[in-house]
């Protein structure tokens, strides 16, 4: 009885301490930064914002995408919350998002009205998958009034393409918010660009 309840006890021992080595390996855990926090930090750190004004706060590209597509090719984007970028604070509201390269740095534009409000660098910038729209952007269903103006919008596009017009860029904006940070993906065509943001101005 005596060697059953010793072996009880060894066993209780073991457990325990087993229990405080769980314990403390979570807490170590806890306690050490995510590798996700540090990389962007890092690249925050490394991103330099705008220097440059624009002449009356005009996209200088922008007649090019008027005369080269069907349609406006910039994705919609809105914000119910203030964004953060160093000094730049970026209001709620709607603004149509336009990639540009200046001085070979990327940059997103956001614009209201035709006029650029806000110049973000873009962190990163990379291949968009291969079929990512069809994955991720599947066929919107559609009434009978939307087909019928989708069938007039197709026949406008086809008498458009003869002067060389062509359909603009597949976009979609992802937005993914972090402990520190709002990270924004803008996929743009065959392009990906990473936009961060902080959640507080501090």
């Avoid at 994955?135 to 919008?153: D, E, L």
């Amino acid at each position: 009885m005596n060697i059953i309840n010793l072996d009880k006890h060894k066993k209780s021992i073991i457990i325990n301490n087993m229990k405080k080595v769980i314990i403390l390996l979570v807490l170590i855990l806890i306690s050490l930064p995510s590798v996700s926090d540090e990389d962007y930090d890092t690249l925050y750190d490394n991103i330099e914002p705008f220097q440059t004004k624009l002449y009356n706060d005009i996209d200088p590209f922008q007649d090019e995408d008027t005369i080269k597509y069907s349609w406006s090719p910039y994705p919609l984007f809105r914000t119910s919350a203030e964004l953060f970028f160093k000094d730049i604070k970026i209001e709620p509201g709607y603004y149509l998002l336009t990639p540009r390269q200046f001085n070979e740095k990327d940059y997103i534009l956001f614009k209201q009205n035709g006029k650029v409000q806000y110049i973000i660098p873009a962190a990163k910038k990379e291949a968009t998958p291969f079929n990512f729209y069809n994955a991720n952007v599947p066929p919107m269903a559609k009434t009978k009034w939307q087909k019928f103006a989708s069938g007039v919008k197709k026949k406008f596009y086809d008498t458009a393409k003869d002067s060389g017009r062509s359909t603009p860029p597949n976009s979609l904006v992802d937005i993914k918010v972090e402990i520190k940070y709002i990270i924004m993906t803008l996929y743009y065509g065959e392009d990906k660009y990473t936009v961060l943001f902080k959640r507080s101005p501090y």
